[in-house]
């Protein structure tokens, strides 16, 4: 049974290019959501997705936005980068939006 | 809102001793708690959570927690540590999604560096 898995695991974009990561939920999970994680810091909640809608938002910029398909992956978009965009980019799934969260290994986003 | 806060940013402790690690909430409604650890460039792995129930909740790897509603804590415990267990480790709480109507959004702590040695 395989868990969360996010693609790319590193990638490295220049400031104020866009980037797209993604990200396939575990199995039986309908629900998807996105966290931050800066460097030294804990991970900080961008949005939840669930039956193809945003269902909760963050403290984050209109320039983060996301998708979520009929398969009920998902896709993280950020505009314009920014050196403060350069973070381990974590994934989480869930049974509904109520249920528990299990974590993918994260996308390392560097911005040069 | 609610908020986390992890008073340590590291923790030293000598293998086969005691642990603990600390985590003091603010929560509106009931508290969901729960512990992550993180090692090097991986995501998080869940350890244990509570809901409701009994205060003391037992999880992965050996690890306990003890819920303490009236000091609003949550401190992660270990009876014997292992160099194994040197890892970053994150407390976070929950919406109560009956009072937000929904989502099960996280709030995360700083995490607290644990560094187990011979």
């Known amino acids: 049974d395989a868990g969360v898995t996010q693609s790319p695991t590193h990638l490295i974009k220049t400031r104020g290019q866009q980037v797209t990561l993604r990200c396939s939920p575990k199995?039986?999970?309908?629900?998807v959501s996105w966290y931050q994680q800066a460097l030294g810091q804990g991970p900080q909640f961008i949005f939840q997705?669930?039956?193809?809608?945003?269902?909760q938002r963050g403290n984050f910029p209109d320039r983060f936005s996301g998708h979520q398909f009929p398969n009920y992956s998902s896709e993280l978009n950020v505009n314009a980068l920014l050196l403060g965009d350069s973070a381990l980019y974590l994934c989480?799934?869930?049974?509904?939006?109520?249920?528990?969260?299990?974590f993918g290994q994260g996308t390392r986003l560097t911005v040069v | 809102a609610q908020s986390v806060a992890q008073p340590e940013d590291q923790v030293n402790v000598a293998e086969g001793n005691p642990l603990t690690v600390k985590c003091t909430y603010s929560?509106?409604?009931?508290?969901?708690l729960f512990w992550y650890v993180q090692y090097p460039n991986r995501g998080l792995q869940f350890l244990l959570k509570?809901?409701?129930?009994?205060?003391l909740v037992k999880g992965s790897y050996g690890f306990e927690a003890e819920f303490n509603k009236s000091q609003t804590s949550f401190h992660l415990k270990k009876p014997s540590a292992l160099v194994s267990d040197s890892a970053l480790y994150f407390c976070?709480?929950?919406?109560?999604?009956?009072?937000?109507?929904?989502?099960?959004?996280?709030?995360f702590g700083t995490g607290t560096q644990l560094k187990v040695e011979l």
């Open positions: 989480a799934s869930s049974v509904g939006p109520t249920g528990e969260s299990f």
């Open positions: 199995s039986g999970h309908d629900t």
């Open positions: 997705y669930y039956e193809e809608e945003e269902r």
């Open positions: 929560v509106s409604g009931n508290p969901y």
């Open positions: 509570y809901i409701t129930g009994d205060n």
């Open positions: 976070a709480v929950r919406d109560d999604w009956v009072l937000t109507g929904g989502g099960n959004k996280l709030t």
